[in-house]
């Protein structure tokens, strides 16, 4: 599976950006999909994960209420909507792929993408 994350951006404080990430390779539908991201100077994060039905879904913390993970297995492309960002929310944005039942640990996922960078100006 390759993932190709895009979206990313400039945004000022309070406004939104969806982060779309898409797989080639096969059998999509079958894996669990996350977000991380990196702030400068920060380990990777976890975010969001969605099952492979898109059924389940689970957030760290602070991104409750705030980011919405969704997946169109149709297209092979799962998504990271994000509303009142903030300017921590500064970071490379990350999609992987998880071939079991999803996770907010790192070592859970098997495919990455290559990042996409959020700003957030307050």
């Known amino acids: 599976v390759q993932l190709q994350a895009s979206g990313g951006g400039l945004v000022q404080a309070g406004g939104s950006l969806r982060l779309s990430c898409a797989a080639s390779?096969?059998?999509?539908?079958?894996?669990?999909m996350g977000w991380f991201r990196q702030a400068p100077g920060k380990d990777r994060e976890f975010v969001a994960y969605i099952g492979w039905s898109g059924v389940s879904t689970y957030y760290a913390d602070s991104m409750k209420g705030r980011f919405t993970i969704s997946r169109d297995n149709a297209v092979n492309t799962v998504f990271l909507q994000m509303d009142s960002l903030k300017p921590e929310d500064t970071a490379v944005y990350y999609c992987a792929a998880d071939p079991y039942n999803g996770s907010s640990r790192e070592n859970a996922y098997r495919y990455w993408g290559q990042g996409t960078q959020v700003t957030v100006s307050s």
């Open positions: 390779g096969r059998a999509f539908s079958s894996y669990s």
